[in-house]
């Protein structure tokens, strides 16, 4: 016989137990649905498939690395036997006086099963499965020290009596879609704001909380001045802010994506990113990644002042000829987040050429004044966005008066990979050969609209003419 102690609940018509449970009796007791109920037709599953990689992989990894792990409670299905429920009132108890009589009649007690039941997760099968992985050797991890004796909360629901299969197949799979259906992910924002293990959302918080350009000037970091806090990836019209804080995360992480990272993996384990943004490092790895963006953003504030600037002045989509005089606005694509990954992107390459240029070891960050040095030749490229090359590419006419503009959506990867190979060559990372040049100018007119015919040959020679020599 198996003796629980329990807690007893009701929500609709499940009636359920929340029971504790050793990690070896979760792996010696709970099964899985296709080795218990057998189900060979779609009407009759009753569970998820399995995706072993996954409880080998990321989830074993977890719980063998992780000293804080947690899971939630794994909801498992008792079938067959004879569950019984023996409650323990505590009602008599002098220090639960105070609760009122009736409250605690019923809710503790403790769940006795005969032995002939059947357990299967219901919720938290790949839990289950890392679980029996670790404590089986069944993965390259190893479990950590008393992980055996660790315990997790176990949600235990049972059949109602004389309920038939066929009632009892449509409740348990309906409670499975209903388990998964409302579950939803941390979002983008949210893992930017919440996560301690994520070095590189850790070291975007510092930036914001620490870094004169990014600090805020209010008592709130939440009413911020370079970045929009709120989610989302673009910044709500009428903000004065740089960008959003879910592309800040975003722009800090191609920052650092330097050529070291990019051959051999991230942190002392060479991880995957996926894989290095689950486990928090030591504080002195998470103080070299803010150092290093540090670095990087005090130099392009000096490249590029403009960064400082009110993005309410910065994204006016309004032809500079249609600008009211007294209009001092303009359209600089740095304050859009297409073209601000864009610009990331080229400032991790000019760094990591730098770097080999001084023939510096890859593990010696470059200082503020060898990386403002290394991102001089931003300053030279255009980026008003109603010149060449963004011009018709980036930035479109809604219709033929030209007298409105937008930021493309058709084709807009495609569009957003010729700017990056115009900017990388007009920057000077990438030199191309004059077949190259052709082929590139080729693709470039592809994208225009025979309204832009009359200003072709100037627009190209504009172009070129931005190439750093």
């Known amino acids: 016989m198996q003796i629980y102690p329990a807690v007893q609940a009701r929500m609709g018509r499940w009636q359920y137990y929340l029971v504790r449970m050793s990690m070896v009796e979760i792996a010696q007791n709970i099964g899985f649905a296709e080795d218990i109920h057998g189900a060979t037709q779609l009407s009759q599953a009753i569970q998820r498939s399995l995706n072993r990689s996954r409880s080998t992989g990321e989830i074993a ?37 105070l609760l009122g009589r009736g409250r605690l009649t ?78 939803k992910p941390m979002s983008g924002y949210d893992t930017v704001v919440m996560d301690e293990d994520d070095a590189i959302a850790i070291a975007t918080r510092r930036l914001i909380s620490d870094h004169p350009f990014f600090r805020s000037s209010s008592d709130s970091e939440f009413d911020h001045g370079r970045i929009y806090m709120y989610p989302g990836k673009n910044v709500k019209p009428g903000s004065g802010c740089l960008t959003t804080l879910e592309v800040f995360y975003q722009l800090n992480i191609h920052l650092l994506l330097g050529r070291k990272r990019r051959n051999k993996g991230w942190g002392e384990n060479h991880e995957n990113l996926k894989v290095y943004q689950n486990f928090r490092p030591n504080d002195d ?76 070891d890859d593990d010696v960050p470059l200082d503020v004044d060898q990386a403002t040095r290394a991102l001089a030749p931003l300053a030279s490229l255009n980026w008003d966005a109603h010149s060449p090359p963004w011009k018709y590419i980036l930035l479109v006419p809604v219709d033929e008066t030209g007298d409105r503009w937008r930021i493309a959506n058709e084709d807009r990867k495609g569009r957003t990979r010729l ?9 000077g990372v990438d030199p191309l050969t004059e077949e190259e040049t052709r082929l590139l100018r080729s693709e470039w007119y592809s994208y225009l609209p025979a309204t832009a015919g009359p200003e072709t040959e100037a627009m190209w020679s504009e172009i070129v003419a931005g190439v750093i020599p």
């Not at 939630?72 to 009132?89: C, F, T």
């Not at 002045?313 to 606005?329: F, I, L």
């Not at 304050?335 to 023939?359: G, K, T």
């Not at 700017?419 to 920057?427: D, F, K, N, S």
């Open 285 to 360: 790895e998470i103080d070299g990644l803010t150092g290093e963006l540090t670095v990087c953003w005090d130099a392009l504030v000096q490249v590029l002042p403009m960064l400082g600037e009110n993005g309410i002045s910065m994204r006016d989509h309004t032809p500079p000829e249609r600008r009211p005089e007294d209009k001092e606005t303009q359209d600089c694509v740095l304050f859009w987040p297409i073209a601000q990954v864009l610009l990331a992107d080229l400032v991790r390459n000019l760094l990591d050429d730098e770097v080999h240029r001084l023939m510096l």
């Open 106 to 183: 019923e809710a503790f007690g403790v769940l006795t099963f005969d032995g002939h039941e059947r357990y299967y997760a219901l919720d938290g099968q790949h839990r289950l499965a890392a679980i029996q992985n670790l404590l089986s050797a069944d993965t390259q991890f190893v479990p950590p020290k008393s992980f055996r004796d660790e315990e997790v909360s176990v949600l235990i629901v049972t059949p109602r009596q004389l309920e038939d299969t066929k009632d009892f197949v449509i409740r348990y799979r309906r409670l499975f879609g209903h388990l998964n259906r409302y579950a």
């Open 419 to 427: 700017m990056e190979r115009i900017v990388r060559w007009q920057a």
């Open 61 to 97: 990894r977890y719980l063998a690395r992780h000293e804080d792990r947690f899971f939630g409670s794994i909801v498992v299905a008792a079938l067959g036997g004879d569950p019984q429920w023996h409650a323990v009132s505590l009602e008599d108890d002098p220090q639960f006086k």
